[in-house]
């Protein structure tokens, strides 16, 4: 079926930048307490860009493709460039559809990149 | 109207239900999903629909529609009767005393308001105590913590043993004399634990405590006498019970719903209104305020034909033989643990995690299979973050169920366990 491609199910068995870093610049913790489904971030920044990234968590096989997916394509991006990002980013990244009920899963990793990149408190 | 007869089974001594004859009444077990013939396993979210209730409703609609309480003319008069109608329908089913204790409400979730908003603020204090379970569902939990930031009252709770059932060995002491209430669910929703309520409902009423019932699970599932249970309210809702959405019950002793003020105001609630003031109306009419689900109550009554045909105890028998055989099966999943007690100790449903797949997973590629279940929380998170973990899977049954069924689920979650094994 679509929603597992080879592809994410790959990503969701072998997650790339699975862990932690050893001096993280920025760290967001986000959920979605619906499903359960939780990510801890963090990136490491140098000179404005994203030099490094990690995330645990526990979740859905859609939302830990999507933030094992995403760490790939966001090392080396400015943090102006990722204040742009949407989720159009994540669902090009994924190469799915992802159906309305899904969505939230596939979007949690963005959420939490997004909230880190802008410095929000993870009350905001 | 079903064409269900009751024969003994060779294999088992319980009575069974002529499953065929009984599927063929539901018209949607006719379709496929994703090219596959549908296997329903989310009937404790809400179940399907018979024939009987279909036609009920669309009868109605096109031979009676009026509006109820008003007009003289027929239509009118024989909507109110159909309407009344299914009212004793639903208290003959129920074992209340008289329709007058069964009142209309949309679901279970505003029968359980209706009694915090009126009883609730109308004998609750500063300073007494609400018990509650650690196992009820969000709308026996929430609408008394919206009241106790309003009012003050405390909030207890029964916690809940590994193995799903609840702790009493401390009762006594969650029961003191501020107890003013004890609300708990009949039967869980998510570790389908079915709960001693008569021992419960003695207890509390040892210290003068109110019980309501969340009979949501129970009404549609086993034969039910609130009277003989001796609870003080109980709630449940009709679209789980073979019936349509929008239509629930809440039913209480007269003498409580006599004492309590009303809740919402409006027609057909009151008997007279000036303009310095309203009296209510009596019961059951005195909580219902403006046009009510006509159809839909008539809807439920149809339902409840259906069900007391089929005969409630057979169910009750047929679905503990289903849940048996699942949770035999069940466990030859890799890395699947069942939640909750024996099959012995509970009702047609069963929760589960497996160590490969995340619950959302697991409801996707069942779907694809043309499986439902649910997956989530099931609107009981305290429970969730009492076994500590984010989300389970559920397969919930009903009356038209099969092993052949509970058989393609097993196969459905090896296929799970293939596709998302590291
Ligand atoms: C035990 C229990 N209580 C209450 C409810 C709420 O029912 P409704 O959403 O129909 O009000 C449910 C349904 O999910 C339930 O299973």
């Known amino acids: 079926m679509d929603l597992y491609a080879e592809e994410i199910l790959d990503h969701y068995k072998h997650p790339r930048h699975y862990g932690h870093l050893e001096t993280p610049t920025l760290t967001f913790h986000d959920r979605n307490p619906l499903c359960g489904d939780e990510i801890e971030l ?52 994924l190469g799915i559809e992802v159906g309305p009920v899904r969505l939230k899963c596939a979007l949690l990793p963005l959420k939490a990149m997004k909230a880190a990149v802008w410095g929000l408190a993870e009350d905001e | 109207m079903p064409t269900t007869t009751m024969t003994q089974s060779t294999k088992s001594q319980s009575p069974t239900l002529d499953i065929a004859a009984i599927r063929a009444d539901f018209p949607i077990l006719q379709r496929r999903v994703h090219g596959l013939p549908l296997v329903y396993l989310d009937n404790a979210a809400s179940s399907q629909k018979p024939h009987a209730v279909i036609q009920a409703m669309s009868r109605y609609y096109e031979q009676t529609n009026a509006n109820v309480h008003r007009g003289v003319h027929t239509l009118s008069e024989e909507a109110t009767a159909q309407y009344e109608g299914a009212r004793a329908k639903v208290s003959n089913f129920i074992g209340a005393c008289c329709p007058k204790e069964v009142i209309w409400t949309r679901n279970a979730t505003e029968a359980i308001n209706l009694v915090a908003y009126t009883w609730g603020r109308a004998n609750l204090k500063r300073g007494d105590r609400v018990l509650l379970t650690e196992m009820e569902h969000h709308s026996n939990i929430v609408p008394w913590q919206i009241l106790s930031a309003e009012i003050g009252f405390e ?23 501020r ?85 919402m105001g ?9 303009l310095s003031g309203f009296k209510p109306s009596e019961l059951p009419w005195k909580f219902e305020a403006g046009t009510p689900a006509i159809a839909e109550a008539i809807g439920l009554g149809a339902a409840v034909d259906y069900l007391s045909q089929v005969g409630m105890e057979a169910i009750h028998q047929a679905e503990r033989d289903l849940v048996s055989y699942a949770m035999q099966r069940l466990p030859e999943v890799t890395g699947l643990k069942i ?84």
């Not at chain 1, 860009?49 to 997916?69: I, L, N, Y």
Request: hydrophobic share 45%.
């Open chain 1, 42 to 93: 963090e990136l490491k920044i140098e000179d404005g860009k994203v030099t490094d990234m990690a995330f645990t968590g526990h979740g859905c096989a859609v939302s830990r493709a999507a933030a094992s997916m995403m760490s790939e394509e966001i090392i080396g991006k400015s943090l102006e460039e990722l204040r742009g990002w949407d989720k159009k980013d994540i669902i090009d990244l």
């Open chain 2, 155 to 177: 909030i207890d709770y029964v916690r809940v043993a590994d193995d799903g059932t609840l702790i009493l060995d401390d009762l006594s002491k969650l029961l003191t004399p």
């Open chain 2, 179 to 263: 107890t003013k209430l004890f609300g708990f669910t009949y039967m869980s929703n998510v570790v389908g634990t079915l709960n001693p309520v008569q021992l419960l409902t003695e207890a509390a009423h040892r210290v003068g405590a109110v019980v309501m019932l969340d009979a949501c699970q129970a009404v549609p599932h086993m034969p039910v006498h609130l009277q003989a249970l001796d609870v003080d309210f109980a709630a449940f809702s009709g679209h789980k019970m073979l019936g349509p959405t929008g239509i629930g019950v809440l039913w209480g002793r007269r003498e409580l719903l006599n004492a309590m003020p009303p809740w």
């Open chain 2, 266 to 274: 409006g027609g057909d609630m009151i008997r007279e209104v000036h």
């Open chain 2, 339 to 422: 939640l909750g007690p024996a099959a012995e100790k509970r009702g047609g449903l069963v929760s589960f995690t497996l160590d490969a797949a995340h619950p959302h997973d697991i409801a996707a590629v069942l779907d694809n299979l043309g499986i439902a279940v649910r997956a989530g929380h099931h609107c009981a998170q305290p429970l969730h973050e009492r076994y500590r973990i984010p989300a389970s899977a559920r397969a919930s049954f009903y009356l038209y169920n099969t092993r052949e069924e509970v058989d393609l689920l097993v196969k459905g979650l090896q296929k799970v366990v293939e596709m998302f094994s590291f």
